[in-house]
């Protein structure tokens, strides 16, 4: 049997994805077109609708936000992602179509497309609302607005955005705080951009837990000079990419019935479900962080293992359970209260009860990665293998 992932949510997915290098009458941007068409592959991925554009004309632009007006109507969850110029004026924020000359305060209105024209067509019957700005980049354009069109507060880093308490609520998110700038990147992308692809479809992990992992990496990608801001008011928990690490599931034909070897031994002979590619990519990713163990001998419960970790081998499991734990047996759980403890002080082990446990370990294999086990995930991994060969 193989671990499989939870069918594709039924939930309607639709997003908006402009990026805009090519500037008419400023110096080219590297990466903005390249960021978005990058993120508009990924969005696709996670069962998106993607509407996307790439160095657009203000026509174009409007065109563009039409279309996604008319899709994203009653969307489970609304996206917008842009890459390129922007700017900010009297605390209103506007992108920039590639076609932007902003010579004086009358161009302006004419050239510029507000930010808020796209939250609009967000807010239409949608649940979930997400917004990702990579625009916050030293903005020429800007510069000359406030300096010859007598344009007052025009700049290049862009304003907050307060957030409308409607659905289930919105996630704003920045690649720079309110009114500082972005780096554009010297690598294929940009540090914000780089880092919201790495993060933003990680399996089972909220997206507000993942803009804390795109803060962090940017932050360290800076040198601590960038910051992303995030402002939400979401209700409820969004999770882009959902896998059941607990449902067992046959999803092709084996070859071959498992083997008595290592817990991977479920691993060979199954063919990936139609439609399933992406999700059972995942799991294999999983599956390549679990550890072997140091040798591929049998185990048996009285037996000396040889684990790969000094802290037990040469152990039997018979032996680490009458053992003190190296981990919390509680996730949390303060040192004071275990550490020093043995381990059937409070876990009433015995051949049994652990061969149960070795059970489920063994069918649903990624499950040794969930939660750190008292004796270390060797220990699980030991256990599995031990449940593959009857518990003996």
Known sequence: MLLTLTAASAERRVALVLGNSQYQHAAPL???ARDAEAMAERLKKLDFEVVSGFDLTKPQTQAMIAQFAKQVRG?????FFYAGHGLQVAGKNYLLPVDAALEDETSFDFEAVPVDLVLRQMSRETSIRLVFLDACRDNPLAEVLAKTAGVNGASSGLAEIPIEDRGSGTLVAFAASPNQLADDGSGEHSPFTSALLKHIGAPNVSITGAMDRVTSDVLKATAGKQRPWINVSLTTEVVLHKVDLNAPLIVGEASAPPTEGG??????GAASASGQGDDQLALEVLRQKIPRLAS???IFFDHPIDFGDPAID?????QLIKGKPLFSPVEGLDK????GKHCDGCHEWDEA???EQAKNFATNDVSVLRLQHPLGTRFKVA???WAQGGCK
Not at 75 to 79: C, F, Q, T
Not at 263 to 268: E, F, I, K, L, R
Not at 314 to 318: D, E, R, T, V
């Open 30 to 32: 590297a990466n903005p």
């Open 75 to 79: 969307a489970d969850i609304a996206l």
């Open 263 to 268: 817990s991977d031994a479920g691993n060979t």
């Open 296 to 298: 591929d001998d049998p």
């Open 314 to 318: 040469g152990k039997s499991i018979a």
């Open 336 to 339: 004071s209260v275990w550490e």
């Open 353 to 355: 009860r652990l061969c």
């Open 383 to 385: 256990l599995a293998k």
